[in-house]
């Protein structure tokens, strides 16, 4: 799904109104309608007292015309304008004079108001400000906002929270309003991904409003989200008439003492996703146990015995997964760097070999074409600079990645993968996934994919994608506290069979959306 920007959905509004022959009020009328129907459906009539706050621009013209199908429908609602500006829009007075017509008469709030009460199980409506917000919020605005958090009643927000800018993050946290779920027309917000903005809403859903499907197709985001619908297309279904030396065979380079697990770990996650052939690479010590823990892969030792010294290939590697548990020694750290100065094939860089190219940038140049780096925050910073906020870390990011064509897979609750010039964010995973080892089978799991033949954006995509969707999967039976990264290797197979089951919608909702 493609995240659009502010100004390329005033565009596809515009295109919209002009395309289906409809008036700007209708089209604010069929949001107002989804509006509805979301929260009809989960109300079912019941008499909690709604208080629906209104701005003065389009977002307030939305509850407002809300308001109107809420009375119609016989809620017991409550109507206020935050009246922060003097500009109203023609969308916005025209609902405002349906609801006189209604004798519904709304309470305006301005500077110095009293704020009303509200009691924790009713709800509150955020129509304040919408994706027009283009600077903070007055400070008796930022108040109101305070005031209505410490109610602690539910917070249904309009379109995006308001007080939260589309393309920055706010400079102060009172200057939005925290919802608890949020409507967004048509598209998600990039905003609603992001650590420093993710914050605001605690879930989010997408209302349908029509806009043209074909200007929306046609439109090119620099962000998309990645789902199932945007897996699906690349995915390679295996073959009758195949065998083993068909899905590539990988290496993993990693491993010192006290840290062989991590090679494990991205060895069997490395098999999980159907690499061939699996050779691990690793200092002395870990000879038995991995041996003995994974019968399926094969061992080449270095020469030293804790650590990694030298590495000496004798065989030819589809793909290489770098760094796992490896450990920054001296000896280790020039094995890398010479390795990486002879190595052409596709590489996963991961930990100690990435904090390693940090220090020795370069070494960038001797990485082969679309290497795969995998840092989290600590280890992108070391790689890219410090950064002001998210957009400004996301830039920096998509400005590496254009340099040293490599991709860039930034570790996170929503996992961001750049590729030059464009942004791809996962929606799956979950909090119990903060868990030591993770990792390891990401780089496993992305090395065993680009083994198999995927395109190294693409292993990354489905890798990531596939190892949140176990978490996912997993998290079911384990609960947040207990899941292991182990447990998310075992998730790998349902997590592949789960991109293949069709999802049942809730009938009343598609029927909401016609
Ligand atoms: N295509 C769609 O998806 C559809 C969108 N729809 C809805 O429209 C919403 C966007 O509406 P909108 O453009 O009227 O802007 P909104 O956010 O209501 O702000 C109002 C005005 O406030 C001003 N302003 C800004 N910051 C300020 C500040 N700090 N303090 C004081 N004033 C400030 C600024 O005007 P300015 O003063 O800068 O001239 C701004 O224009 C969108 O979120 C959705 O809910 C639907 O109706 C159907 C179709
Ligand atoms: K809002």
């Known amino acids: 799904m ?13 295109f919209t109104i002009e395309k289906q022959n409809i008036t700007s009020d209708e089209l604010m009328e069929r949001a107002a309608i989804q509006l509805f129907n979301w929260l009809h459906l989960r109300m079912q009539g019941a008499q909690v007292k709604i208080h629906l706050f209104c701005g003065i621009g389009n977002n307030g013209g939305d509850g407002l015309a809300l308001a109107r199908h809420l009375q119609d429908h016989g809620y017991n609602i409550e109507v206020y304008v935050v009246n922060y500006s003097k500009k109203r829009s023609k969308d916005f007075l025209t609902n405002l004079e349906r ?48 005031h209505l958090e410490s109610t602690k009643a539910f917070v ?27 409507l967004s027309f048509q598209v998600p917000k990039l905003v609603f991904f992001l650590p420093q903005t993710g914050k605001y809403t605690v879930q989010w859903e997408v209302l349908d409003i029509g806009l043209d499907k074909q200007f ?47 090679v494990q770990l991205a060895a069997r996650s490395c098999l999980r996703v159907g ?38 290939l004798s065989i030819e590697p589809t793909a290489v997964g770098l760094g796992v548990g490896m450990g920054t020694k001296e000896g280790t750290s020039e094995a890398i760097a010479n390795f990486l100065k002879d190595y052409k094939r596709p590489v996963v860089v991961d930990a100690d070999a990435l904090n390693l190219i940090a220090q020795h ?31 400004d870390k996301l830039e920096k990011a998509k400005v590496f ?14 996992t ?8 791809y964010v996962n929606t799956t995973g979950n909090p119990g996934m903060a868990t030591g080892g993770t990792g390891d089978v990401l780089t496993g799991m992305i090395t065993g994919l680009i083994a198999q033949g995927y395109e190294p954006l693409q292993a990354a995509l489905l890798g990531v994608y596939l190892h949140g969707r176990s978490g996912d999967i997993t998290v079911e039976n384990t609960g947040y506290q207990a899941l292991l990264a182990t447990d998310v290797i075992e998730g790998i197979g349902p997590a592949f069979l789960d991109l293949f089951k069709v999802e049942e919608k809730v009938s009343a909702e598609e029927d909401g959306n016609e």
């Open 361 to 391: 940038k370069d070494l960038l140049k001797y990485l082969p074409g679309q290497a795969v780096l995998t840092p989290h925050p600590k280890e992108l910073e070391r790689l890219i600079g410090s950064w002001k906020d998210d957009f």
């Open 275 to 312: 690499s061939g052939l699996v050779t691990v690479y690793i200092p002395k010590c870990g000879y038995i146990p991995l041996q003995t823990a994974i019968p399926e892969a094969m061992v080449i030792t270095d020469n030293e015995d804790s650590h990694i010294s030298e590495i000496e």
């Open 416 to 423: 961001i993968i750049i590729y030059k010039n464009k942004g």
């Open 2 to 14: 493609k995240l659009f920007t502010a100004e390329q959905v005033y565009a596809a509004d515009k």
């Open 401 to 414: 990645s254009d340099k040293h064509d490599c991709v860039l897979v930034i570790k996170g609750a929503h």
């Open 156 to 182: 249904l927000a309009v379109d995006i929270p308001s007080g939260l800018f589309t393309e920055s993050v706010p400079k102060r946290e009172k200057d939005v309003l925290k919802a608890n779920y949020t």
């Open 216 to 262: 929306l197709f046609e439109t090119d985001t620099d962000y998309s989200l990645i789902g199932k619908n945007e897996i699906l297309p690349f995915y390679r279904p295996r073959e009758k008439y195949s065998h083993k030396g068909t899905y590539g065979h990988s290496l993993i380079i990693g491993g010192s003492y006290g840290k062989m697990g991590a």
């Open 99 to 146: 609801l006189k017509e209604r004798k519904i008469w709304p309470n305006f709030l301005e500077e110095g108001s009293e704020w009303p009460p509200i009691k924790e199980e009713e709800i509150i409506v955020d129509a304040i400000f919408g994706i027009g917000l283009n600077r903070a919020p007055d400070e008796w605005v930022g108040n109101l906002f305070e």
